[in-house]
């Protein structure tokens, strides 16, 4: 298996320049670009060429997608924002929703709090938020997965695109 690599970030509440200096640096590099909803931005704008994005509880916009299912040769994403699945409260929904879709990794904002675990064969990823992170880590992040035929790796970045290197986990295959 080749190794993959996905560039994720979310809640950026209309800070383009953010998601634009993302997009300018990894475009290319790696083999996809997520953002999990809340830009605040229109669906239409070009920014989203070449980005797989979702709606979030912020985005007024009715040409965002509630949520995607991404297929690689060697893996499956599922992609939404989480507000609908109720992850204020419970996983249930969400990994309902994650093993609906036969999923690998199941990728979610809304809570502004970067975490990557792992439910069954799922391995869940939240890359924070890139405008205004909540909880215990006062940074604003997006996430690095690498995905090789041994393992997942989930790697933090600084909107310096600094390694945040005490969020990294590794989850076997």
């Given at each position: 298996?080749?190794?993959?690599?996905?560039?994720?970030?979310?809640?950026?509440h209309?800070?383009?320049?953010?998601?634009?200096?993302?997009?300018?640096?990894?475009q290319?590099?790696?083999?996809?670009?997520?953002?999990?909803?809340d830009?605040e931005?229109?669906?239409?704008?070009?920014?989203?060429?070449?980005?797989?994005?979702?709606?979030?509880?912020?985005?007024y916009?009715?040409?965002y997608?509630?949520?995607?299912?991404?297929?690689?040769?060697e893996?499956?994403?599922?992609?939404?924002?989480?507000?609908?699945?109720?992850?204020?409260?419970?996983?249930?929904?969400?990994?309902?929703?994650?093993?609906?879709?036969?999923?690998?990794?199941?990728?979610?904002?809304?809570l502004?709090?970067?975490?990557?675990?792992?439910?069954?064969?799922?391995?869940?990823?939240?890359?924070?938020?890139?405008l205004?992170?909540r909880?215990?880590?006062?940074?604003?992040?997006?996430?690095?997965?690498?995905?090789?035929?041994?393992?997942?790796?989930v790697?933090?970045f600084?909107?310096?695109?600094?390694?945040?290197?005490?969020?990294?986990?590794?989850?076997?295959?």
């Amino acid at each position: 298996m080749a190794t993959r690599t996905l560039i994720v970030m979310s809640d950026s509440h209309g800070d383009r320049e953010i998601v634009k200096e993302i997009k300018g640096r990894y475009q290319g590099k790696v083999d996809a670009i997520f953002h999990n909803g809340d830009s605040e931005l229109s669906s239409k704008d070009d920014i989203w060429d070449g980005i797989y994005v979702v709606a979030g509880n912020c985005d007024y916009d009715s040409g965002y997608p509630n949520r995607l299912i991404t297929q690689f040769p060697e893996f499956t994403v599922a992609q939404t924002h989480g507000h609908l699945y109720n992850i204020n409260f419970t996983w249930d929904r969400l990994d309902l929703f994650a093993q609906e879709a036969d999923a690998d990794i199941c990728l979610y904002g809304h809570l502004h709090r970067p975490a990557a675990w792992r439910n069954g064969k799922t391995v869940f990823v939240n890359p924070g938020s890139v405008l205004q992170p909540r909880g215990d880590i006062n940074e604003k992040l997006y996430a690095k997965i690498t995905v090789t035929s041994e393992e997942i790796k989930v790697e933090y970045f600084t909107r310096q695109h600094e390694l945040y290197p005490a969020l990294t986990e590794v989850f076997n295959r």
